[in-house]
């Protein structure tokens, strides 16, 4: 499916949790996982590099969550040899096209950029287009 019209949901939220912010998902009560060798929520959860886990993340869905993502992806190209940079984001609502346009853009003239009616869903797509545009 084309990353600028997958709806927000479940399944953007796990390619945002493991290409943008490298979680990986740990079924129920598995052991060792990680490392951490305790049992995890019976719904499974997202271990995150630290060894703690995360069980309600939906950043496509709801803005504090989209929001924990902006720092990752500025924070992943300032420090990579894709020629980095300072990076910002700019988020922008376009109210000719009734919709929400992010922009991720470093000092070095790399963009990347999403839309989407939602601010949370525009987010997460920008996100996600940076993640596997820079693999």
Same mark, same amino acid.
């Given at each position: 499916?084309?990353?600028?019209?997958?709806?927000?949901?479940?399944?953007?939220?796990?390619?945002?949790?493991?290409?943008?912010?490298?979680?990986? %998902?740990?079924?129920?009560?598995?052991?060792?996982?990680? /490392?951490?060798?305790?049992?995890?929520?019976?719904? &499974?959860?997202?271990?995150?590099?630290?060894?703690?886990?995360?069980?309600?993340?939906?950043?496509? &869905?709801?803005?504090?969550?989209?929001?924990?993502?902006?720092?990752?992806?500025?924070?992943?190209?300032?420090? =990579?040899?894709? &020629? /980095? /940079?300072? &990076?910002?984001?700019?988020?922008? %609502?376009?109210?000719?096209?009734?919709? %929400?346009?992010?922009?991720?853009?470093? =000092?070095?003239?790399?963009?990347?950029?999403?839309?989407?009616?939602?601010?949370?869903?525009?987010? =997460?797509?920008?996100?996600?287009?940076?993640?596997?545009?820079?693999?």
């Amino acid at each position: 499916m084309d990353i600028d019209t997958m709806p927000a949901g479940p399944e953007l939220d796990a390619l945002v949790a493991t290409d943008v912010m490298g979680w990986k %998902w740990c079924l129920p009560y598995e052991e060792n996982i990680g /490392g951490v060798g305790r049992p995890y929520p019976s719904t &499974g959860a997202w271990l995150l590099p630290d060894g703690s886990y995360q069980t309600n993340f939906r950043p496509s &869905g709801y803005i504090a969550a989209a929001m924990e993502i902006i720092h990752p992806v500025l924070d992943s190209r300032n420090a =990579s040899d894709h &020629g /980095g /940079g300072m &990076g910002s984001v700019s988020m922008v %609502w376009n109210p000719y096209e009734v919709r %929400w346009e992010v922009e991720f853009t470093w =000092s070095d003239n790399y963009r990347v950029k999403a839309v989407a009616k939602d601010l949370p869903l525009a987010i =997460s797509r920008a996100a996600y287009k940076y993640a596997k545009e820079t693999e």
